[in-house]
């Protein structure tokens, strides 16, 4: 199963890729994840990338290609894959394409309106990156390992319309390209966690008898 999730800043792509990854035992590749553990780390890479993601922009194509590129190499790729934040661009499709083939383009479909809230109200544990939101968790520590939550640094509401800004510009275009090549299927991520992973669940089902 080689899949990719797309969808709006906060359309809850990284949720719903954590439970398709547990049920269909594939890895759940987030570059959004990786590029943050960089900078975590203090590596080089991080450093160059933290001034694009505060600011809400992308990773310049070529570095997130690499980072790509070399994670597909890894062992647990082989039997499929899940990217979660990638492609983000037409080149970076692209340059996924000359790779490998993707099975299934599952587009989470959120309204702008509904993202300022759902991204402003994230809070994301420090330690192992469980993700929560105000209106549903009223812990103050991570529920599964105990670890502080955090407001994203990318969070700040003037930034998440940035980031909407360029998912419209430059993300959005992958819907048409995927449908262009008969892999799209469209899920209404507008409904509960619960009915979201259902659905996705069933189109997979549909497309793979899995
Ligand atoms: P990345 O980490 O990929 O962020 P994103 O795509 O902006 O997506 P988010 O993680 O913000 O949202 P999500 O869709 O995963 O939603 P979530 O499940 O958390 O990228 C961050 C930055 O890294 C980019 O801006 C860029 O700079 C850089 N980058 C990463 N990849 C790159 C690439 N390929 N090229 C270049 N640059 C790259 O849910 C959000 C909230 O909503 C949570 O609080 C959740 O609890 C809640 N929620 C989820 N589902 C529902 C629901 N159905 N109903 C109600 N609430 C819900």
Do not use: W
């Amino acid at each position: 199963m080689n899949l990719v999730f797309l969808g709006p800043p906060g359309a809850g792509k990284g949720t719903q890729a954590l439970g398709v990854s547990e049920k269909y035992s594939i890895p759940h590749i987030s570059t959004g994840d990786i590029l943050r553990s960089e900078i975590k780390r203090g590596t080089k890479l991080g450093l160059e990338a933290k001034s694009y993601m505060d600011a809400g922009g992308l990773v310049p194509d070529e570095v997130v290609i690499g980072i790509v590129a070399s994670r597909l190499q890894e062992a647990d790729c082989q039997k499929g894959f899940l990217f979660d934040g990638f492609p983000r661009t037409i080149r970076q499709a692209e340059a996924l394409a000359e790779k490998t083939t993707i099975e299934m383009a599952v587009n989470i479909d959120v309204p702008d309106e509904a993202i300022v809230n759902r991204l402003s109200g994230r809070r994301v544990c420090k330690a192992c990156g469980a993700t929560y939101h105000v209106d549903t968790f009223k812990g103050d520590v991570c529920s599964s390992c105990g670890g502080e939550l955090i407001r994203r640094a990318d969070d700040e509401p003037e930034t998440i319309l940035n980031r909407l800004h360029v998912y419209h510009e430059q993300t959005q275009p992958l819907i048409d390209f995927y449908g262009g090549r008969g892999v799209l299927v469209n899920v209404d991520g507008t409904k509960d966690i619960d009915t979201v992973f259902a659905e996705i669940c069933r189109k997979l089902e549909e497309a793979f008898g899995a």
